[in-house]
């Protein structure tokens, strides 16, 4: 398949960015606050929106939803693969609707993070 | 000359027969949660854009007592995903600065510094601070 390297390569770009990325963002988001570790709480509505209004944040985010939807949903069809998906229909099948699920989810953090503030 | 091929054949609960199997098979899982964190947080940037209302009833829903104890499990695996993902740089890449290529363990250790410095750069930077 042509796009085959494509999809590897997003896939190890997207391991190094929920690696670095991913533990230290869910902790701050949904634990730190209800589990009581955290003087205020990140998520709150009020906060999260005035964070929200920077750029960087928003890029952030971006980054980091393309990175793990690229990375998880080429593991998943390894895994599916492996419990025995396999044949070239199967596969073929598997990279519709999973790349597509990475692909449109990406383009969808895209759309969030630059509306209301480019458009 | 042709070889003769063999069937390929993996016994159905393989990666429960050693610990290094499972941990390998605990990472793939691991992978795939990052996934459904990545839908998730697309889903709270959706919530965030409907209102506060909308926004407020999605982390309530979040930090239910099922839910939030469902969530540490897949932390649990979000975080050792990034380990173990720690743990292969230097032996699926071994990084050679020197004569010999460093020992696993050393680019282990400057991966896990280095996670905590951009840690602390997400607290600061993203959120904002404690």
């Given at each position: 398949m042509l796009l085959e390297p494509v999809f590897w390569s997003l896939f190890s770009l997207g391991g190094f960015i929920t690696a670095f990325l991913f533990p230290v963002t869910l902790f701050v988001l949904f634990f730190a606050a209800p589990l009581h570790?955290?003087?205020?709480?990140?998520?709150a509505y009020t906060t999260f929106l005035g964070h929200w209004k920077g750029p960087l944040v928003r890029l952030f985010f971006f980054v980091l939803i393309g990175g793990s939807l690229f990375h998880g949903t080429h593991r998943l069809k390894f895994m599916l693969v492996d419990a025995g998906f396999k044949g070239p229909a199967a596969e073929a099948f598997l990279d519709l609707i999973l790349n597509g699920v990475a692909i449109f989810g990406s383009l969808g953090a895209l759309f969030y993070a630059v509306r209301g503030w480019l458009f | 000359m042709t070889g003769r091929e063999y069937p390929w054949k993996r016994r159905p609960?393989?990666?429960?027969?050693n610990r290094r199997y499972l941990g390998f098979q605990l990472r793939e899982a691991g992978g795939v949660v990052c996934a459904l964190y990545g839908l998730v947080l697309l889903n709270m940037l959706i919530q965030l854009r409907e209102g506060e209302s909308a926004y407020t009833a999605f982390l309530d829903l979040l930090r239910t007592p099922p839910v939030l104890y469902l969530n540490l499990v897949l932390f649990a695996l979000v975080v050792w995903h990034a380990l173990t993902w720690f743990m292969l740089i230097g032996k699926a890449q071994p990084i050679q600065f020197t004569r010999q290529p460093l020992p696993w363990k050393v680019v282990f250790g400057v991966n896990v510094l280095l996670w905590l410095g951009v840690s602390g750069a997400v607290v600061y930077l993203i959120f904002g601070g404690i």
């Amino acid at each position: 398949m042509l796009l085959e390297p494509v999809f590897w390569s997003l896939f190890s770009l997207g391991g190094f960015i929920t690696a670095f990325l991913f533990p230290v963002t869910l902790f701050v988001l949904f634990f730190a606050a209800p589990l009581h570790l955290w003087p205020t709480d990140p998520a709150a509505y009020t906060t999260f929106l005035g964070h929200w209004k920077g750029p960087l944040v928003r890029l952030f985010f971006f980054v980091l939803i393309g990175g793990s939807l690229f990375h998880g949903t080429h593991r998943l069809k390894f895994m599916l693969v492996d419990a025995g998906f396999k044949g070239p229909a199967a596969e073929a099948f598997l990279d519709l609707i999973l790349n597509g699920v990475a692909i449109f989810g990406s383009l969808g953090a895209l759309f969030y993070a630059v509306r209301g503030w480019l458009f | 000359m042709t070889g003769r091929e063999y069937p390929w054949k993996r016994r159905p609960g393989w990666w429960l027969r050693n610990r290094r199997y499972l941990g390998f098979q605990l990472r793939e899982a691991g992978g795939v949660v990052c996934a459904l964190y990545g839908l998730v947080l697309l889903n709270m940037l959706i919530q965030l854009r409907e209102g506060e209302s909308a926004y407020t009833a999605f982390l309530d829903l979040l930090r239910t007592p099922p839910v939030l104890y469902l969530n540490l499990v897949l932390f649990a695996l979000v975080v050792w995903h990034a380990l173990t993902w720690f743990m292969l740089i230097g032996k699926a890449q071994p990084i050679q600065f020197t004569r010999q290529p460093l020992p696993w363990k050393v680019v282990f250790g400057v991966n896990v510094l280095l996670w905590l410095g951009v840690s602390g750069a997400v607290v600061y930077l993203i959120f904002g601070g404690i």
